[in-house]
């Protein structure tokens, strides 16, 4: 008898605990939003002026920026003659909001003075920024003497410049008294380091020496990495 009580009852206490169960709702899944979504329908717009030499550049090569803007990036472009900006906007088949960043970036880099075969690798890769700085941001210099340090930067026939970008896999543009140069956050670092010594008065050999160095230590760096990867 006393089993039967004990049977009876662990029963009731099962069919208790299945009526206290809650049944939860299955997890939704939600389609991710387009960029029109995210902002609401509103369009997002961007302008990029077009400085005064860049102009006769733009319209030749008005079509190998068009092309990869619209039909790659999904953005509208068009160039405001009164205004003298590049205008570009979202359309409602832009695939992610940051391709209205990206394409901006990439118009802004052209008019800084890179090519464009460089400059859109700004659309292509995410880890990719443009720093500029003044020579006077290094050291105030006047006259010949300024004259002199442009001189160092380039070398003779951009030599200085082509052996420092190759070196750090960065692309740079010397304007006047403003550098401008694209690539990855420690390669910008590399080449800046470089440029700052030669503006300080460094010789070029002993930058080449020191970019040597750095190169072959970062070479080591990967090698070491993929080693163990």
């Not at 009526?19 to 979504?37: G, I, M, T, W, Y």
């Amino acid at each position: 008898m006393e089993s039967d009580k004990g049977a009876t009852s662990m029963e009731i206490e099962k069919a208790q605990a299945g009526a206290n169960r809650v049944s939860f709702a299955s997890k939704p899944n939600f389609e991710p939003l387009k960029a029109h979504e995210i902002s609401d329908g509103q369009v997002q717009f961007r302008k990029v002026s077009v400085p005064p030499h860049r102009y006769t550049p733009l319209k030749k090569v008005w079509m190998e920026i068009y092309t990869p803007v619209y039909e790659q990036m999904k953005v509208d472009i068009r160039m405001n003659l009164k205004g003298r900006k590049v205008e570009l906007k979202t359309r409602s088949d832009t695939p992610d909001i940051s391709n209205l960043q990206k394409s901006a970036d990439f118009v802004h880099a052209f008019m800084l003075g890179f090519d464009v075969i460089d400059a859109v690798a700004l659309l292509r890769l995410d880890e990719l920024y443009v720093e500029s700085f003044e020579i006077k941001d290094v050291k105030t210099l006047r006259g010949e003497h300024l004259s002199r340090a442009i001189g160092r930067l380039s070398g003779k026939g951009g030599k200085t410049k082509f052996a420092i970008e190759n070196s750090t896999k960065t692309r740079i543009v010397i304007a006047d008294t403003k550098i401008h140069i694209l690539g990855s956050f420690a390669n910008i670092k590399i080449a800046r380091d470089s440029l700052c010594s030669l503006i300080l008065g460094s010789p070029a050999g002993k930058v080449y020496s020191k970019l040597r160095a750095v190169t072959s230590r970062l070479a080591e760096r990967f090698c070491f990495f993929g080693r163990y990867l």
